[in-house]
């Protein structure tokens, strides 16, 4: 790998241009720094490389991000002394790759004026308007690599930016490099080693058009957009020009990444593993709430304790908010980690507002609320599902439930002898499950319905500990705890395989809807005594079932949490639906917004199949189960009566 620190005040010799054309015949990286704060990096021998020359004589915050988020480019220096040799650079490199691949594709990146950016206002208000997007993409008769224009244009057109589509012009006869400087490759050249170049012109919406300074969210979300625009065209050349066959256009992105990557992702990583958030917002005295709502013959909410925080917040927050995830140039870890930064922020506030008026907010800033959708099938749930007295009374305590997820967890521990999990009776738990940490917690007087023990299992240990171990085993630390917002498509895979082992029964998917309801009424108001009623006198709940629902419900000061049971079963069945797969739900803990970002990073080789499947998924009833869930207009044909 090249990266010689002096090289950054080095000419561009033809020593140096020898050594990296060498280093591409060989498929090897180039790292490689240019004079005056260039950078050249070519992760691969790719067909493309993308190109931004900085103008000296303007300013132009922020443009050069546009090309470093990809596989192959080129930061070139600003002033002309150290611009020499840069032609011949991109022209050796340009020939190299043709040679090998069949053709090049040369992208120059620019951004338009800022005195050219349209100033409009509304025409009723006289309010100004915030301009769209516009892209402008410059090539040259009758060398015109057609395809790749028309990918481009497409994908450019749907990038939305101020809540308004963007604009695309294709001009054909203009010079496609920036105004002001000369072609880094003669036409003639690139008609020989059969190069095709194209120019895209950018308007700067991203940054304040008096003062220069860059608006990160924007610049953020047209790097996105751009990138995929671009990776698409790179594809579409890929296939009509060269020998190559990428398999994706996802596959064309980077494979190796700069070791700051990953720094900051151990680093938001051990930040959440600073806190058990769900056990931290539980209640220890849940037993003693229940007699004394019972005692007060249903009429007084019940008063919560909680675990003393064993974290403070403050330097939490502190060493949270220090980590650089601005700094990240690839543009979907960029995305990943400001989400899971914000949301760990956010949890963290919640912890520390426990028990208060302000923890409902964070909660719905977290975990979101319920939608009017959601709630109607809900309602629908608990009007057509009949509440059965489901059969088998036989109980199981928390010893023998122990033992059992203990044969459970060592049947993966075959499969995956680094499979670590844990069934453990906590002491301080009084009844329940949780998984949390890569273990297994069971409240010590817990006891289950033998027919619920095989369901909750595969919901326990076959989801929610198998996509732990299955996140740990990728180099990516945060699919093993949780990339932000992961609860709903989890909790969603977990419900599901109750469903394909036989457990999801109308009483429990009675019980999901209960959630829904009683989140919604503690959204809008209603008291800890109110929503009782409403599963108990409305809805038919027996008392100590109605209980537990509300006093998840109401836990904390408030958590929405338990609506996204039934929402990320929606969410799982439309995705079936749909074909997709579900190993990419097993890679980690994700959320269903990131599985086309999953997706890219398996294409791109930066993560790995899962290692470890559910067992329920090898078994042919759950694979029958599984092909009625694919034909499943919704939850309810799920459930006979």
């Known amino acids: 790998m090249i990266n010689d620190q002096a090289a950054s005040f080095a000419p561009i010799s033809r020593e140096l241009i020898d050594e990296v054309c060498t280093r591409l015949a060989e498929g090897k990286p180039v790292r490689q720094a240019l004079p005056d704060g260039g950078r050249l990096n070519i992760d691969r021998l790719l067909p493309f490389l993308c190109v931004y020359r900085r103008n000296p004589t303007r300013r132009d915050a922020g443009t050069q991000l546009f090309v470093n988020a990809e596989a192959a480019f080129l930061e070139?220096?600003?002033?002309?002394?150290?611009?020499?040799?840069?032609?011949?650079l991109v022209t050796r490199i340009a020939e190299t790759a043709a040679g090998r691949?069949?053709?090049?594709?040369?992208?120059?990146?620019?951004?338009?004026?800022?005195?050219?950016?349209?100033?409009?206002?509304?025409?009723?208000?006289?309010?100004?308007?915030?301009?769209?997007?516009?892209?402008?993409?410059?090539?040259?008769?009758?060398?015109?690599?057609?395809?790749?224009?028309?990918?481009?244009?497409?994908?450019?057109?749907?990038?939305?930016?101020?809540?308004?589509?963007?604009?695309?012009?294709?001009?054909?006869?203009?010079?496609?490099?920036?105004?002001?400087?000369?072609?880094?490759?003669?036409?003639?050249?690139?008609?020989?080693?059969?190069?095709?170049?194209?120019?895209?012109?950018?308007?700067p919406v991203y940054r304040d058009l008096e003062t220069g300074e860059i608006y990160p969210k924007?610049?953020?979300?047209?790097?996105?957009?751009?990138?995929?625009?671009?990776?698409k065209a790179f594809y579409r050349y890929a296939l009509n020009r060269t020998n190559t066959r990428p398999q994706h256009f996802y596959s064309l992105g980077r494979k190796s990444l700069p070791k700051r990557v990953w720094v900051v992702d151990r680093q938001l990583a051990e930040i959440s593993s600073q806190f058990k958030f769900l056990l931290q917002v539980t209640p220890i005295n849940l037993e003693r709430?229940?007699?004394?709502?019972?005692?007060?013959?249903?009429?007084?909410?019940?008063?919560?304790?909680?675990?003393?925080?064993?974290?403070?917040?403050?330097?939490?927050?502190?060493?949270?908010?220090?980590?650089?995830?601005?700094?990240?140039?690839?543009?979907?870890?960029?995305?990943?980690?400001?989400?899971?930064?914000?949301?760990?922020?956010?949890?963290?506030?919640?912890?520390?507002?426990?028990?208060?008026?302000?923890?409902?907010?964070?909660?719905?800033?977290?975990?979101?609320?319920?939608?009017?959708?959601?709630?109607?099938?809900?309602?629908?749930?608990?009007?057509?599902?009949?509440k059965r007295v489901e059969e088998g009374a036989d109980q199981v305590t928390a010893v023998n439930f122990a033992d059992q997820a203990a044969r459970e967890i060592e049947w993966y521990r075959a499969q995956a002898p680094a499979f670590s999990a844990q069934a453990i009776i906590r002491e301080d738990m009084y009844s329940g499950l949780l998984s949390t940490g890569g273990n297994l917690l069971i409240g010590r007087e817990t006891k289950l319905a033998s027919r619920r023990v095989e369901a909750l299992l595969q919901h326990e240990v076959g989801t929610h500990l198998v996509t732990y171990y299955n996140g740990q085993s990728q180099p990516m630390r945060l699919l093993k705890v949780g990339l932000a917002g992961y609860d709903g498509l989890q909790e969603g895979l977990a419900v599901l395989s109750e469903y394909l082992v036989g457990g999801l029964s109308p009483g429990r998917l009675r019980t999901l809807a209960a959630r829904v309801v009683a989140t919604h009424q503690m959204i809008r108001g209603d008291s800890f005594v109110e929503?009782?009623?409403?599963?108990?006198?409305?809805?038919?709940?027996?008392?100590?079932?109605?209980?537990?629902?509300v006093a998840r419900v109401y836990r904390g000061g408030g958590l929405t949490k338990d609506a996204i049971?039934?929402?990320?079963?929606?969410?799982?069945?439309?995705?079936?639906?749909?074909?997709?797969?579900?190993?990419?739900?097993?890679?980690?803990?994700?959320?269903?917004?990131?599985?086309?970002?999953?997706?890219?990073?398996?294409?791109?080789?930066?993560?790995?199949?899962?290692?470890?499947r559910p067992r329920y998924l090898d078994d042919p009833r759950a694979i029958e189960a599984l092909k009625r869930v694919?034909?499943?207009?919704?939850?309810?044909?799920?459930?006979?009566?």
Request: aromatic share 6%; hydrophobic share 40%; with cysteine.
């Open 289 to 386: 709430c229940w007699h004394e709502f019972q005692a007060s013959e249903f009429q007084q909410a019940p008063k919560f304790q909680y675990r003393p925080l064993g974290t403070d917040p403050l330097p939490l927050k502190r060493r949270l908010l220090n980590i650089k995830t601005e700094q990240i140039e690839d543009p979907v870890f960029a995305h990943l980690f400001q989400q899971t930064q914000d949301e760990l922020d956010r949890q963290i506030n919640m912890l520390a507002d426990v028990g208060t008026s302000r923890f409902l907010p964070g909660s719905l800033q977290v975990f979101g609320g319920v939608s009017t959708s959601l709630l109607e099938l809900a309602q629908q749930i608990l009007q057509q599902v009949s």
């Open 76 to 88: 070139a220096p600003g002033n002309a002394p150290e611009r020499q040799g840069l032609s011949p």
């Open 630 to 641: 694919g034909q499943a207009s919704s939850v309810l044909d799920l459930i006979d009566g």
């Open 218 to 231: 924007t610049l953020h979300k047209m790097r996105r957009g751009i990138h995929r625009a671009l990776t």
């Open 101 to 203: 691949l069949g053709a090049f594709l040369l992208i120059e990146v620019w951004s338009e004026e800022d005195e050219q950016v349209p100033r409009s206002t509304d025409e009723v208000t006289g309010e100004l308007q915030l301009p769209p997007a516009a892209f402008c993409i410059h090539t040259r008769q009758p060398h015109h690599p057609e395809g790749t224009v028309a990918a481009l244009e497409f994908a450019l057109q749907r990038l939305r930016i101020n809540r308004q589509l963007s604009t695309v012009e294709i001009n054909l006869h203009a010079s496609n490099h920036p105004p002001g400087m000369r072609q880094l490759i003669s036409a003639t050249d690139a008609e020989k080693m059969n190069c095709h170049i194209l120019g895209l012109a950018i308007r």
């Open 531 to 549: 929503t009782y009623r409403e599963l108990t006198e409305n809805h038919s709940f027996e008392a100590r079932t109605a209980f537990t629902i």
């Open 565 to 612: 049971y039934l929402r990320g079963l929606v969410e799982i069945i439309d995705f079936i639906r749909r074909g997709g797969d579900l190993n990419l739900l097993l890679v980690g803990k994700l959320a269903a917004d990131h599985i086309p970002i999953i997706r890219e990073l398996l294409s791109r080789n930066i993560l790995r199949q899962p290692p470890l």
